[in-house]
C-alpha cells in the first residue's frame, strides 16, 4: 500500500507545486493537445498491444466519413425499401422489417463499435500483411461504392426520389 503523496514527501523537499495529479481536468487539457504516446515503442516485434494517445488526422477524417456514409446507407435503404426493394442482408433484413429504430440504432453502434476499433488499431498489420489503416480506406471507398449503387438503384427502381 502506498503512502498518500503528501505524506510521502520529506521535509526537506523544495516543491511548491500542488500534486499534478489531482488536476484532473487540466491533465486532460494538456494531455489533449501535448500527448506522449504518438508511437508504438521501439520493441515492435513484442507481441503485445501497445495504446496510442495521439492518431494521424487524417484517420479522423476517414472515421467522420464513414460515419456520415453509414448514416446515409441506412437512410437511402429506408427509401429503396418504400420503392419495393428487399433487404439482402439476412440478419438486418429480420430486424429493418420490425423496427426501423432498431434498425438505424444497431447500424450506428455497429459502425461506430467498428470504427473505433479500426482507428485504436490503425498501426497494427491484419494477418501480418495490410495495414488496418488502408483497411479504414477500403472500407470508405466501398462505402461510397453502396451509395452510387443505392443511388442508381433508386432510380432504375423509380423508388421516391430524394432529391
Avoid at 508504438?40 to 503485445?48: A, S, V
Avoid at 429503396?80 to 426501423?100: C, F, H, K
Wanted: avoid cysteine.
Amino acid at each position: 500500500m502506498r503512502a498518500s503523496p503528501s505524506k510521502s514527501r520529506s521535509p526537506h523537499e523544495q516543491r511548491g507545486r500542488a500534486e499534478r495529479r489531482s488536476r484532473l481536468w487540466w491533465s486532460i487539457w494538456y494531455g489533449s493537445f501535448n500527448p506522449r504516446r504518438r508511437a508504438p515503442p521501439r520493441r515492435r516485434d513484442e507481441p503485445q498491444y501497445h495504446s496510442l494517445d495521439w492518431h494521424s488526422s487524417h484517420l479522423f477524417a476517414v472515421a467522420v466519413g464513414i460515419a456520415l456514409l453509414s448514416v446515409g446507407d441506412a437512410f437511402l435503404t429506408m427509401v429503396l425499401l418504400q420503392g419495393g426493394a428487399v433487404e439482402m442482408n439476412p440478419i438486418m433484413g429480420l430486424i429493418i422489417y420490425r423496427s426501423v429504430a432498431a434498425f438505424t440504432a444497431l447500424k450506428m453502434i455497429m459502425t461506430g463499435f467498428g470504427l473505433v476499433l479500426m482507428v485504436v488499431l490503425a498501426r497494427y498489420r491484419l494477418m501480418r500483411r495490410v495495414p488496418v489503416e488502408w483497411v479504414l480506406y477500403g472500407v470508405l471507398i466501398g462505402y461510397a461504392s453502396l451509395i452510387g449503387y443505392e443511388l442508381w438503384m433508386q432510380k432504375s427502381l423509380g423508388a421516391p426520389s430524394i432529391w
